[in-house]
């Protein structure tokens, strides 16, 4: 087993980062690889401003409309953690402040803002310690499984699966793979959980691990955690949990509790940072106590005399996965987040994401086809097959959604429903919010039975229609004349 970055203690500027000598431009195609310099334009520093404020108009946000993206969390995020973000003393703040690798003066903030969201998601995870390093979910899985690969070598066990179930994200095996682990897919029952008798049938020795997501990408709770977890640990497997979903059960269920070993969260979901487009974001990983030792580089550590540090010295670790802490922002609103809503609040998050989850659900399962028909937790997954007699998709839906003011659901996800409409509209919603999508839901499916061409043939208000998105994104020539 290789693992990503070598390890060791960095130089002033960072982490061993591997060097590639090929020059970046020798990988672009020749013809497209500019010859003379750019055609910059001169403009004054009004058309400059008329040009982004136009641009920033043209943006889609939650803070301008309702964007019920399934699995992503799009929730409102509160100002006063923009506004925190933006303090001065953070933002100022260089990565290559001496200060920060010995506890000085300038980063002490910084420092004790990283040590404590620590604390604060070790104690609603129910795990023993945090890495808040990882720089986005994925990363954060990738991160787990290189900790689950040296906790096996350390045991000498020869361990070369990861199980999935088939329900999962696509980078939960894409995590395990790139560590080199062999991915084995157990499907999901007939209640959309995982086939207990089938996961049974794939646990050998030779399982490193299991990853679940808790609750599910079909929104719904595993009810046999505990079983899976008992049964895997009796090999030595480790219960990874991709806790993307933690929006449902903040204060009601820690994953540590019911078996978990280690477990990623993102905090650019579940705590309130904006994002979508890739980033920013942070993925941080909790670990059980026997884990601890494996967590990479830098941690930060409270010293007897109460000043904070970043620690290197950590033989066990993984090493580097990140150089610095370049998501401080993203850790920084989490922190503020947290602390505003406090205990009490977390719980109210949750009750009211699965509340309005639910609400969807039933007003809309008349209409739409509902995957599994049972309670939800923050999220309900319909299917658009009704539709498809009339010739309209899943797609179609989603962007006649747009016509109507809103962003479409998460669509073709999980791979497991047919036609999937994924809708996860957070606890940031109101009543009226979520009645007004409802029923353009509700419209479009009738449009669906009357008039399927305008459905088709939709959006219609917007300057283009529809993109070829294939090609947009594979076709070189025609992004270049994009
Ligand atoms: C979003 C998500 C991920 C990946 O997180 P990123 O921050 O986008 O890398 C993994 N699993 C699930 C279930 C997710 O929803």
Do not use: W
Not at 171 to 187: D, E, L, M
Not at 314 to 320: H, K, T, Y
Not at 331 to 352: D, P, Q, T
Request: hydrophobic content about 35%.
């Amino acid at each position: 087993m290789k693992l990503i970055f070598e390890k060791g203690v960095p130089d002033r500027v960072g982490a061993k980062l591997p060097k590639s000598d090929v020059p970046v431009s020798s990988k672009i195609p020749e013809k497209y690889v500019r010859k003379e310099d750019a055609q910059l334009p001169e403009v004054s520093e009004l058309e400059a401003m008329r040009h982004y404020t136009e641009l920033s108009r043209r943006n889609f946000g939650v803070d301008t409309n309702f964007y019920p993206l399934g699995s992503c969390t799009m929730k409102y995020n509160p100002k006063i953690d923009e506004e925190v973000s933006r303090y001065q003393g953070f933002v100022e703040l260089h990565p290559l402040l001496p200060q920060l690798r010995h506890g000085g003066m300038l980063t002490q903030g910084a420092l004790q803002v990283i040590y404590n969201t620590e604390r604060l998601l070790s104690e609603i995870a129910g795990m023993a310690e945090f890495t808040m390093q990882p720089l986005a979910g994925a990363h954060g899985e990738l991160t787990g499984t290189m900790i689950i690969a040296a906790y096996h070598k350390d045991k000498g066990n020869k361990k070369t699966k990861i199980i999935v179930p088939d329900s999962s994200h696509g980078t939960n095996p894409a995590s395990a793979a790139i560590c080199g682990y062999s991915i084995v897919s157990v499907p999901s029952n007939s209640d959309g959980v995982i086939d207990y008798d089938e996961f049974l049938k794939v646990l050998d020795n030779e399982v490193a691990a299991v990853m679940l997501t808790c609750p599910n990408t079909l929104g719904l709770f595993e009810p046999q955690i505990k079983k899976i977890a008992q049964k895997l640990h009796e090999v030595d497997g480790l219960m990874y949990c991709d806790g993307a979903n933690m929006n449902a059960i903040l204060g009601k269920v820690r994953p540590g509790d019911i078996g978990f070993d280690l477990m990623h969260i993102n905090l650019h979901k579940t705590f309130a940072t904006p994002h979508g487009g890739g980033g920013p974001g942070a993925g941080p990983v909790g670990v059980v106590e026997k884990l601890k030792k494996y967590l990479p580089i830098s941690l930060v550590v409270k010293r007897n005399d109460g000043t904070y540090a970043l620690e290197y010295d950590r033989p066990s670790s993984i090493g580097f996965i990140a150089p610095f802490y370049g998501n401080f922002g993203v850790i920084l609103k989490a922190y503020c987040y947290i602390l505003m809503l406090g205990k009490e609040g977390l719980i109210r998050v949750s009750e009211n994401a699965v509340l309005n989850a639910n609400y969807i659900k039933e007003k809309l399962k008349n209409y739409y086809q509902i995957a599994y028909d049972k309670t939800c937790m923050h999220e309900c997954v319909f299917s658009g097959s009704r539709q498809i007699k009339n010739g309209v998709h899943t797609v179609d839906i989603a962007k006649r959604l747009i016509d109507y003011g809103f962003h479409p659901p998460t669509i073709y996800f999980p791979l497991i429903v047919k036609e999937a409409i994924m809708i996860e509209p957070t606890e940031t919603e109101t009543k009226e919010a979520l009645d007004e999508f409802i029923s353009a839901m509700i419209k479009i499916s009738e449009e669906a039975q009357t008039q399927p061409e305008l459905v088709k043939n939709s959006p219609t208000t917007t300057p283009v229609s529809r993109l070829d998105e294939v090609s947009a994104a594979k076709d070189m020539d025609l992004c270049y004349k994009l």
